[in-house]
């Protein structure tokens, strides 16, 4: 128990330990005007009274604001004012009084109106132990914008407003002037603060305590001391108004996304109806193309069958005028032979001896011609390896027929061998184009190192050439870049990406304009013809930190050739402009969102379009242009032209054995026309003159051998005759086939002029392009049986029928899926009115829907979804995360706070041979838990990211929101975002010596108010302790021993007042005790050693010194009365 009855060399000892006020000196604040104010403890404890606006607090507030961070400190709180009705800015103007203005309005008064002057508080602090003094002051004037400035100032020795801050002839250049007066300056609290907390070695949070030490009055509830005195309340406004701001963004974010899965909900029957009607109408519209086309293509069929049949009935009739004319001969021979032995049966006699022999002369002549005619016929025949054998006219008919098959084939492997040569000789020129090509490649790489194409070169060395500019400030982009030694599978895909940048020659910021000059005036040409240049404009850049690009994206895969000053310009372009992934597997290409190729040149440049090039110049890698070593490209070009030299040679073979098989084709040809020179038998039939010949030598045998000739001529005449008959029998037979073959030769010209005539029109009109598009799938259709000339129409008026039905059943099938479709449009444009502008319910307007919902699909609800996510995870639930977090941050800082009070509380004794702890137990309020609970269950389950998780976590997260945002739930939201009332405080009595509890105080319940003050001061005390860090056995501290107490003991009975001011004088604390002018003051007489006495004048304080007599004249009648010794000095 805390002894009352102290040593005189104790009580002196604690009256001079640690560092006590000595002076405090007031100018131009508030009520104190124009003098200079002293009020002079002398490390004192100190005893202030007056009556009620006499200016007590104003000078409390001047201690304040020199030792307590703005922001924190409580100015006036004990007439118990608001915590802005007094600031700086009124202490500074001087605020006395409100009164009314002309407009009805409140008025403050002020004795500095005008804020033409300075202000100065300064504080002077002694620590007689060791013999130190310091000093603190603040300067405060009006800006030009009317705020409040300040300089903050520390000072070593005892220094004053007089001496050290007066004559301040200008507030510019302050803290250099007071800097020069050797005083430390600074306008930052947070400097001061250091030099303050080094001098006093206090706790970061002893100034706190110290503000909440002014502040105590009244003691009615333990846990609301603990919480408005001993914790320091949390603005929460700052994290909240943020989150709110967050949580709107994320409210329209989500209403967006609604209204976007609507739109995708109501296109999704579009469609899929829209798929229903376009395979339906789809084949509609193929079924009404193909009988549209049929008309063409019956027409191009009509000429492709009867052109060829009108041939052969032409080949035909030909061969049977032909044979007609071979048998009219044969029919004039024979009556010329019948005519000769009508004639000779009735001149039988010796004359016939006469004339056989110029008839066998006759008959061998022509023999013989004939017999050399067949010799040729047959050698024709054996160059064309035909063994037959031609005795007559139906055999010659065979053999030309067989001819005529061999001259097509002969024409077509004509054509064979042309083509083939022409091909040989197409490749043979492309290789020998492609050698020069390479050639002169090989020696300009041969000239340079890089592997850009030698016109690009000749470009670039034109112009810095003209312009005078050096090569090495204008590299092509390729220059600067390469593919990586490993990554040489990926190299094809990567020169497809990258080829447009690294054929760009790059331009520094300083060439710009004149090299922009130049290109516009200049003709570019290279190689003998003109060229395409591109060219970038390489300006600064902002660079971020170098960070090392994944090994899996297109620049993780690139060598760079470091030291060139445009390299950092073109990594950023890269990184901004060909960020792609490189995908190992096309399931990796589909599911990535950005940009990404694959090794087989697969591009995806967006989520719309994709590239694949197969291309042998997208392949070849002599094309390939990064780099900046063309060693290996030189390798490949020559190897390109060793292979193209083979291909030179073998193409060259091919050209001459082709030369070789077309001279024999031509040979073999030179026979056929031999053959189709004989058009009749009997231009080769020597065989009939051979057999004239020997009937004749026999008839001359006959006769001369006396035998019976008129007999043999008349049986030699019927014979004649019977064979002329037959012969004209025949004829009449090939007449009636010519006519025929003639008739048809006419109706098929008809339908071919037709068919031609039908197929011009429609190529006149634009169509028959289109047409011939369907006749492979017409000629499919048609295939079987195949089309011919004789079932040709049947097979036309099939089809048409077939197609008709076909057509009609498809329309029927259409119909009802176009009304359903616009139905679903119509829903859709009901809901989305904001798409009529561009839509319409017609199908139509079905690829506008479709493209619309693929819009939503792969962009709009994607980025939705995505911005949704972001703000509900990155931006709401990390926010409530935080705001979370920084509440149980703060509960933790109470709990610790409550741990050191109870270390100092430790060393004080409550009762004889006990002490307090303080227990803070989480409260059990409904409204608090259920917070709580809301707060956790927002940010449960963030990692569950599904549409379902998210859009619960947003209902949670909108409840608890809205709620918080509520004006009507103010006074909910402060009390469960107050982390103090988050517990309720015990104070525990402890037996020292059992550490067993004594007795449990539980808000000060079943207390007396004598009870509760002791507990409470006990508490006070202990903060301070521990902040000032004080040792109350020790004779000697360097630590701060300052404290003021504004209207403590006021309701406080003096049996307890006198224990506090023992607890405050025990750990050698100076106070500066403020109250009332009443007798209640008396009880703090023994503990103080200085009286001060504020009154007010004329709207002006002043604060004078007082014996103890005259405090208890004072005191004992109620009455205020001035003292005789005013302590102020005149204006600095």
Known sequence: MITQHRSLSSFVESRSKGYRLRKVELWNWGTFDEHIFTVAPKGESTLLIGQNGSGKSTLVDAILTLLVRPGVRNFNVAAGAKKRERDERSYLLGAYDRGSDDDGGVRVK???????KYSVILACFRNQGIDKVFTIAQVLYLAGDQSVEKVYC?????????????????????????????IRATRTFQEFEAWFSKATHVKPKAMEVFNQTVAVKDIQRLNDFIRDHMLEPHNWEEKFDRLLGHFTQLSEAHDSLVRVRQQRDLLEPVARIGEEYRHAKTR??????????????????TVDLFVPAIAEEERQRKETAEQRETVKEQIRVLQERARLLRNEIENVGGDRLKLIPGLIAFEGAHAGQKRKAHGRFQEALDRLSLSVEVHDEASLVLVRRCVAE????????????TSERDASLLVRGEARRDLVTCREELDGLNRRKENIPEWSVQLRDALCRELGLPLREFPFAAELMQVSATARDWESSIEKVLR??????????????TVSQYIDRTRLTAQGRGQRLVYLHVAARPTGPGTKPDRNSLVGKLDFREGHSLLPWLKGELLDRFDYRCCETIEEFHEQRGMAITRNRHVKAGRQRHEKDDREQAVDPRNFVLGWDNREKKQRIAAAIKRLEEIDAVESSKIQTVDDATAQLQFQHSAILEIQRVTRFAEIDFATHDREVRRLEEERDAIEAGSSTLRSLKTRLSDTEAEEADLRQRDEGLVGDEREHQLRIREANTLV?????????????GRLEADRKVFSELDSELASPPLTTDNFFDRRERFRREQDRRIADLKEEVAPKQNHLTEAMSRFLRSAPEESADLSASVDYLGSFLGLRQRILEDDLPRHEQRFKERLNRNVIEDIGFFRSALEQERRKIEEKIELLNASLQKLEYRLGTHIQLEPRPIRDVDITDFQTRLREC????????????????????????????????????????????FDFLAVVIDRETGKSVSVYQDSSGQSGGEKAKLAFTILVAAIAYQYDLDPESSVSDRFHFVVVDEMFSKVDDQHAEYALELFKQFGLQVLIVAPLDAKARVTQPYVGSYLHAVKKNNRSAIYEM???????????HETSEPTAAHHHDSA
């Open 110 to 116: 002020y004795l500095r109106p005008k804020g033409e």
């Open 154 to 182: 520390c000072a070593e020795g005892e220094r004053s407003i007089r001496e050290d801050f007066g004559h301040l002839e200008s507030t510019e250049n302050i803290v250099k002037v007071l800097k020069g007066r050797g």
């Open 284 to 301: 509609l519209d193929h079924a009404e193309r193909l009988v549209n086309a049929s008309a063409a293509y019956f027409a191009q069929r």
């Open 406 to 417: 061999l001259q097509a084939e002969f024409t077509a492997e004509a054509a064979r061998l």
């Open 500 to 513: 447009g940048l690294a054929l760009s020659l790059l331009v520094p910021d300083r060439y710009y304009r």
């Open 753 to 765: 002029v037709n068919a031609r005539s039908e197929l011009g029109r429609r190529e006149a009109g």
């Open 939 to 982: 940010v449960e389950g963030s990692f569950e990211d599904t549409a379902e998780a998210n859009e619960a976590r947003f209902i949670r997260i909108k409840e608890l929101i809205l709620r918080l945002q509520d004006e009507e739930n103010r006074t909910w939201r402060n009390k469960v975002t107050d982390v103090r009332r988050w």
């Open 1107 to 1117: 014996t103890a007599e005259a405090f208890e004249e004072c005191a004992g009648h």
